[in-house]
């Protein structure tokens, strides 16, 4: 199974917004409802014009699986945001670990990131198992935090130092495009 990352672009509107309209993917992603698909559009045509941030599409022999990030890069204190969701048809098939590991070796080799944050929220169990399967530890809990989906939600940070993760940069260095 090949795996490739992609900068966003335009192309990739039908597929983004098939996956954040999908219920088993807004149900956790800030995403206002219903998903605009003109906006989806809108977004993905312009994001990569936009400073302090990075965001890709992955793709599995082909076919967008899913999205993920980095953002509010700050380069003085080498630290950014990170985002992620698949296509719940590519759920829970170790791709959403392979995505993320792809994606903090880009932050550590071509941003030269030190730690990476990113908030999700604390009913979001299935997430938090991820994130710290894949080394991210818990930093703490903004308690009754987000106004979203029709209640206040504590929003757990959750954190990853890059450094002696073991990380290499040779899928993107060496791909040919
Ligand atoms: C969260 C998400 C990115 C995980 O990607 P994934 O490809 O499904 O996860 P993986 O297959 O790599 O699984 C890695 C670990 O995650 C956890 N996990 C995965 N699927 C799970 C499930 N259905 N229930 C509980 N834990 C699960 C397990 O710890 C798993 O390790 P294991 O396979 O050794 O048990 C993906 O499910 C997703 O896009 N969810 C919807 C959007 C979302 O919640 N994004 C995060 C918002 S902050």
Same mark, same amino acid.
């Given at each position: 199974?090949?795996?490739?990352?992609?900068?966003?672009n335009g192309i990739h509107a039908k597929s983004r917004w098939d996956a954040l309209a999908h219920p088993e993917v807004s149900k956790?992603?800030?995403?206002?409802?219903?998903?605009?698909?003109?906006?989806?559009?809108?977004?993905?045509e312009s994001v990569g014009n936009r400073p302090n941030r990075a965001d890709f599409c992955f793709e599995v022999d082909?076919?967008?699986a899913g999205f993920a990030g980095l953002v509010n890069v700050d380069s003085k204190s080498?630290?950014?945001?990170?985002?992620?969701?698949?296509h719940p048809d590519f759920f829970s098939k170790g791709l959403g670990s392979e995505f993320l590991k792809q994606l903090l070796?880009?932050?550590?080799?071509?941003l030269n990131l030190?730690?990476?944050? #990113?908030?999700?929220? &604390? =009913?979001?169990t299935k997430a938090i198992s991820y994130y710290e399967k894949n080394g991210f530890e818990i930093e703490g809990?903004?308690?009754?935090?987000v106004w979203f989906r029709g209640a206040y939600r504590d929003r757990v940070i959750m954190a990853i130092f890059l450094?002696? #993760?073991?990380?290499? &940069? =040779?899928?993107?260095?060496?791909?040919?495009?």
């Open positions: 199974m090949a795996v490739k990352m992609v900068h966003i956790w992603v800030f995403i206002d409802l219903p998903v605009s698909y003109t906006k989806t559009q809108e977004w993905c082909g076919v967008p080498a630290v950014a945001e990170l985002y992620i969701f698949l070796s880009y932050g550590e080799f071509e030190r730690k990476v944050s #990113l908030f999700v929220t &604390a =009913d979001n809990v903004l308690r009754k935090h450094d002696g #993760l073991g990380l290499n &940069a =040779d899928k993107f260095y060496n791909e040919t495009v």
